[in-house]
């Protein structure tokens, strides 16, 4: 099993910074696939960024528009989420996933991911 622990969220100003932080345990938890997902009550789940198992690929949705970073500390087991430049729309609830399969790629389909953390709260506003 894999537990997935999600701080950082908060309320930031428009134009602002943040980075969101995903610790994961157990014992197969460094050798998964990651990915950054965010959610707003009545949408479906949106993905963010995902890296694979070493750290060493990336992939990002396209709407990111570059603003997104996703990466990972294997040394503390854990994987960032840098978001810059944020707006108003970007308030959601932001979750770390982890892929089902060990030593995969980076990927976006939510079906991929088998273990989910319990989320942040990110409200921008002013």
């Known amino acids: 099993q894999v537990q997935l622990v999600e701080s950082g969220g908060g309320l930031v100003q428009p134009g602002g910074s943040l980075r969101l932080s995903c610790a994961h345990s157990?014992?197969?938890?460094?050798?998964?696939?990651m990915g950054w997902f965010r959610q707003v009550p009545g949408k479906e789940r949106e993905f963010l960024a995902a890296?694979?198992?070493?750290?060493?690929?990336?992939t990002y949705a396209d709407s990111g528009e570059g603003r997104f970073t996703i990466s990972r500390d294997k040394s503390k087991n854990t994987t960032y989420l840098q978001i810059t430049s944020l707006k108003p729309e970007d308030t959601a609830t932001y979750y770390c996933?982890?892929?089902?399969?060990?030593?995969?790629?980076?990927?976006?389909?939510?079906?991929?991911?088998?273990?989910w953390g319990q989320g942040t709260q990110v409200t921008v506003s002013s």
């Open positions: 996933a982890a892929d089902r399969r060990e030593w995969g790629i980076a990927q976006s389909r939510p079906s991929n991911f088998g273990f």
């Open positions: 157990g014992r197969t938890s460094g050798s998964r696939a």
């Open positions: 890296i694979n198992w070493s750290g060493g690929s990336a």
